[in-house]
């Protein structure tokens, strides 16, 4: 089977991670900020906060911007779960925005429509969560127009996007956001096992993420109540979760953040070769905005049913059992049987219940092999023409 999607764990990432467990700390040493100061940089932010996963960390960015009882939050129907459960977390509603057919995003217009619905009955969010489908980042010179406009904070969900840039910025660098989050689950570009950073240009958000990561304790003499009982002192200021990344994932993170750029290479040289090689069978392939360079964390097809003659699940069926490992990101949040609840129904976000309809994830990771590609693309011709 080729998988849809695999890490690379070299011999420097297994010297690093035994380094750490022969070492003093295995939680909170040096290597968590060292972590956190690679990727910041990386993207050009000036802070990172590492998180257990990404969900904490989009957790927590929405902590930090004030999300409550009485708030919306915002993000897209055709996203992984956790972009939408951290709004409930928050004891916040949510909403959905539907995308744009060509990219996967979050479509402007619609957000311009509903931002414009939501002024006039006083129901505006407080948070927007664009998520950059496939590596390819949303269109976030528009949604940051439309959020600073109407006064909405935004977290950008770049769980797929780490080694991505938009109009000439890495994705991170915050220039139409508040905090962006990155994911290090092993499918993602990066790994460390699991976990995840938030980056953002702004210190404060950056210390309230730090304080709900971490129990809602602070060592700052500045933002405690009275002058310090002593060197062993801290104190908890708010409620916060032990969301802390440990000292063994954080030195995985950074031997992995050595080949961030190698990675993105390889998955876009594939990505073009696969635009090349699947030209001519009945499928649309993923359309790429002028001013974005994907991370390409998915190569999604989206297959011309009525032309193929087979329905999605056999045409699904039909390629596992030829030894793909095919995947659909994602089934729309809104029709899943916990968010029917808030009143969701499916017809609610049409667009992303066409592309559900269709989508496929075919085989993309950093060391797939000329071979297993064209192997990929001649099962896809075999099957679907
Ligand atoms: C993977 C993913 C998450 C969650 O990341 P974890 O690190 O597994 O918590 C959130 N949003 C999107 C879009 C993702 O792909």
Redesign the pocket.
Known sequence: MIPYGRQDITQDDLDAVRDVLTSDFLTQGPRVPEFERVVATAVQAAHGVAAN????A?HAACMALGLGPGDWLWTVPN??V??ANVGIYCGAQVDFVDIDPDSFNMCPDALGTKLKQAEETGTLPKVLIP?HMTGQSADMERIGALAKRYGVRVIE?A??AIGAHFAGAPVGRCDHSDITVF???P??IVTTA???VAVTQDAELAARMKRAVSHGITRDPDLMTHASDGPWYYQQIELGYNYRMTEVQAALGISQMQRLGRYVDCRAAHARAYDAALADIPVDLPQQDPRSRSSWHLYVIRLRLEQIGMTHREVFEALRAAGLGVNLHYIPVHTQPFWRQFGFAQGDFPNAESYYARAISIPLFATMTDAQREEVVSTLKATLT
Not at 53 to 56: C, D, G, M, P
């Open positions: 996963s990404a969900t904490s989009l996203t992984f956790a972009s998520v969900d769980s797929h994911s290090f689950h499918v993602k699991e976990g995840g």
